[in-house]
């Protein structure tokens, strides 16, 4: 018995990131400019174009990671399989960390999974789907070995 859920990403949401980290690098790109310009709070204006420059590049880098895209999960036997929009993971439940059940709020029909491997954590989002979300979480408990 094999198990499959798909957690959608919003392609808005990415390009917002893109969109808002480019302007923070430009913007520490132009304070950095406009220090040779002014010689006045040198020091103040190059350390807030840095770190307006390093937050673009955090938010650059954010829009590009793995959990930014679609994944879908194929819970098989044996290991996890993740399809990701660029390539599929193959992620055997012995390197599975953790495994945890969250519940926002009790009155609102929704709650997440969270898996934990070494660096990776992937959520699972579900909302209007506790049925589902208990076998898959069932399902996981069952396989993964002791945490």
Do not use: C
Not at 2 to 30: C, D, P, Q
Not at 69 to 96: A, M, Q, R, S, W
């Amino acid at each position: 018995m094999g198990l499959t859920y798909t957690v959608k990403k919003s392609k808005t949401t990415r390009l917002g990131y893109r969109i808002i980290g480019i302007i923070f690098l430009l913007l520490g790109i132009a304070g950095l400019i406009l220090v040779w310009k002014i010689s006045s709070m040198r020091f103040l204006v190059i350390s807030v174009a840095i770190v307006a420059a390093f937050y673009g590049i955090y938010l650059l880098k954010a829009s590009l990671r793995q959990q930014a895209y679609d994944i879908t999960y194929e819970f098989t036997e044996e290991h996890i399989k993740l399809k990701l929009h660029n390539k599929e993971v193959l992620l055997p439940y012995t390197e599975v960390k953790g495994v945890q059940w969250i519940e926002p709020s009790p009155d609102v029909d929704y709650f997440m999974i969270q898996i934990r491997t070494g660096k990776q954590q992937y959520v699972l989002h579900f909302s209007n789907k506790r049925a589902y979300g208990e076998r898959i979480f069932a399902y996981l408990m069952e396989r993964v070995p002791e945490l």
